[in-house]
C-alpha cells in the first residue's frame, strides 16, 4: 500500500474535469509533486451526469480559444493515455431563426475564422441535409462547425486522470480536505480526513462545493448550483451516429445523438436554483429527482423543431445540479484575497467541452504566473 503523502508543490481540491485536467496539464509541465484529493470517487460530483456535448463556440473569443484546445486535446487523450474517451467528432450545428440571432452567428464566424477554426454558414436545407429530422422553416441560418463533437464525460475525465497519473501526479480518492491550513494568511497546507499535507499552492476545483470552501479562507467565489435536466429517448427513426449536435438557441435546447436515440436539454427562462441552504452531506453520484412539469416548457419548443419526439420512447429524465455563474463564464485563476489560492469553478453547463482548455489555462497560471 502506498503511504499517504505528507508534502507535495501543489494540492488540487475535487476529481471532476476540471481537477483531472489540471493535474494533467501540471504533470506534463513537470509538476510531478502535485497531489489531487477527491472527496468521493473521480467524477462522482456533477462530471458524471453531463451530456458531453463539446462546442467550441461562445461569443467571447478567448473561451472559444480555450475550447478549441479542449477538441485538440480530446483527439489525441485517447491514444496516448490507453482509456477510451467516447469521443466522437461528429461536428456541431448552431442554429439562427432571426436576423439579430444570424448577425451574432456571423460575428461568431469571423471569430472563429480568426483563430483558424473552421466554421461554415449554411442556408436552412444546407443545415437539413446534416440534421434530417428537424423542421426548418423558421430558420434564417445556420453555423456548422465540423470539429465539434461529443464525449463521454466520465470517461475523458478518467482519461485525463490516467494522463496525470503516467505523467508523475498523484490522485487519492476517498480523501475529503476539510481545512486549508494558513499561518499570518500563508497557505501552510491541507488538512484531510486522512492526515495533514504540507504545500505551498491549493487549486481548489471543487464544482458546486467551491462556494462554500473558499469562503473558509475569505474567498469569495460567486457561484450557485442550478437544477439542469435533459431528457434521453429510445432509439427514433433517422437518428444516425454521426448526426452532428444541435444547438437552437432560439428554442433554448441542444441535442446529441445517443445510442441511435436523442438526448434533448435545455435552458428553461425560470431555472430552479438548489441546495440554496448548503449541500447536503454525502451527495456523491447522486441525481435529483426528475421534474417533468418543469421540463415540459422545452419539450414544447423541442416538439416545433423535432417533430419525431411526439411519439418518441423516453428513457430518463436526468436532473442534476450545475454551478451557474452571474455573467455565465467560468471562475478561473488566482484568488485575489489569497495568494497561491488558485480557482476553477462556476461552468455553466459547458465544463466537459471547457475541462481541457481551462486545466491547462489554470496549470499555466499556477506553474509560470
Ligand atoms: C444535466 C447536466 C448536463 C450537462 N451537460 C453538459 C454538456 O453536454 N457539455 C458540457 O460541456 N457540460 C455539461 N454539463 C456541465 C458539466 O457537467 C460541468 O460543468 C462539469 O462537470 C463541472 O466539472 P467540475 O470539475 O467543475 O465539477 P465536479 O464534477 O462537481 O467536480 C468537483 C469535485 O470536487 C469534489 N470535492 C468538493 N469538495 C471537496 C473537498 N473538500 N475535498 C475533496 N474533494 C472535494 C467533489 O466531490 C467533486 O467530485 C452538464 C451538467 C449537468 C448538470
Known sequence: ??????????????????????????????????????????TSGTTFHAAGLVGQLRSNANITQLLGYSVDLYNKLEAETGQATGWKMNGGLRLACNEE????????????????????????????????LMTTDDLVGAAYMPTDGQANPSDITLSLAKGARQAGA??????????????????KGVTTEKGFIECEKVILCGGQWTRTFAKTVGVNVPLAPMEHQYMVTEQIDGVTSDMPTLRDPDRLTYYKEEVGGLVMGGYEPNPIPWAVDGIPKGFHYT??????????????????????????????LVNGPESFTPDGNFIIGEAPELKNFFVGAGFNAYGIAAGGGAGMALAEWVAKG
Open 287 to 316: 441525481l435529483l429527482d426528475s421534474n417533468f412539469d418543469h421540463f415540459e416548457q422545452l419539450v414544447e419548443l423541442a416538439l416545433g423543431r423535432v417533430p419525431a419526439l411526439e411519439t418518441a420512447g423516453i428513457k430518463q
Open 170 to 187: 498523484t490522485i487519492l480518492e476517498d480523501t475529503k480536505v476539510t481545512q486549508i491550513e494558513l499561518e499570518d494568511g500563508v497557505i
Open 1 to 42: 500500500m502506498s503511504t499517504f503523502p505528507t508534502s507535495a508543490k501543489a494540492v488540487i481540491i475535487g476529481g471532476g474535469i476540471v481537477g483531472c485536467s489540471t493535474a494533467y496539464h501540471l504533470a506534463k509541465m513537470g509538476w510531478t509533486d502535485v497531489v489531487l484529493l477527491e472527496r468521493k470517487k473521480l
Open 101 to 132: 440571432r444570424w448577425t451574432e452567428v456571423k460575428r461568431q464566424a469571423t471569430t472563429a475564422h480568426s483563430f483558424g477554426l473552421d466554421m461554415q454558414l449554411l442556408t436552412p436545407s444546407e443545415a437539413k441535409e446534416l440534421w434530417p
